[in-house]
């Protein structure tokens, strides 16, 4: 299994940006899609998820609101497009999968089997 994230990059506050993570070796429409965020000196947090048919998602109270997670099951790819960025938004950024198929444990680093290498997004004031 393979998960390729990109789109990362340096952005002013306000501005926004569209992630996508390309994932490999895996029935991908039967994998929950998780984005995960870590800052330097923190521990790495749940942003988003979404659902193998793209039918539910959950957001971090943080993002939500700007922040919108997407998938294309026909390219294997999920996306999280990230708008109004804020100075805090500044870490690098993780895709993962699971096939857990409890919902509710799905904010969890835990729950995940597979990981991206991440994609670093930086927004300056």
């Known amino acids: 299994v393979q998960l390729q994230a990109s789109g990362g990059g340096l952005v002013q506050a306000g501005d926004s940006l569209r992630l996508s993570c390309a994932a490999s070796?895996?029935?991908?429409?039967?994998?929950?899609m998780g984005w995960f965020r870590q800052a330097p000196g923190k521990e790495r947090e749940f942003v988003a998820v979404?659902?193998?048919?793209?039918?539910?998602?959950s957001y971090a109270d943080s993002v939500k609101g700007r922040f919108t997670i997407s998938r294309d099951n026909a390219k294997n790819t999920v996306y999280l497009q990230m708008s109004s960025l804020k100075p805090e938004d500044t870490a690098v950024y993780y895709c993962?999968?699971?096939?857990?198929?409890?919902?509710?444990?799905?904010?969890?680093?835990?729950?995940?089997?597979?990981w991206g290498q991440g994609t670093q997004v930086t927004v300056s004031s």
């Open positions: 979404i659902s193998g048919r793209g039918g539910a998602t």
């Open positions: 993962s999968a699971t096939n857990s198929r409890i919902w509710n444990e799905l904010r969890a680093k835990n729950s995940y089997s597979y």
């Open positions: 070796g895996l029935a991908f429409n039967n994998y929950e």
